[in-house]
């Protein structure tokens, strides 16, 4: 993952904000497996904003070709 993601951000497909981003929606994923508690699911709701809209943003720059640059 953390090779992938800079890569993505070598290459103008991820900010380096996106990048602490998708670090922390991975760091989430990983602890679903073994925290159910009320706290991590209200953390988990808080995120998932964020990992929708950077989400879709990823998707549409694969889709359209647009580089972060472009995008300015």
Same mark, same amino acid.
């Given at each position: 993952?953390?090779?992938? #993601?800079?890569?993505?951000?070598?290459? #103008?497909?991820? #900010?380096?904000?996106?990048?602490?981003?998708?670090?922390?929606?991975? =760091? !989430?994923? !990983? &602890?679903?497996?073994? !925290? &159910?508690? $009320?706290?991590?699911?209200?953390?988990?709701? =808080?995120?998932?904003?964020?990992?929708? @809209?950077? =989400? @879709?943003?990823?998707?549409?720059?694969? @889709?359209?070709?647009?580089?972060?640059? $472009?995008? $300015?």
């Amino acid at each position: 993952m953390k090779e992938l #993601s800079r890569f993505a951000a070598q290459h #103008s497909l991820l #900010s380096i904000a996106e990048v602490e981003r998708w670090f922390a929606y991975r =760091a !989430n994923r !990983n &602890h679903t497996a073994h !925290n &159910h508690g $009320e706290d991590f699911v209200q953390a988990t709701l =808080a995120i998932l904003p964020d990992f929708i @809209r950077d =989400a @879709r943003a990823l998707a549409k720059r694969l @889709r359209t070709g647009t580089m972060l640059e $472009e995008e $300015e």
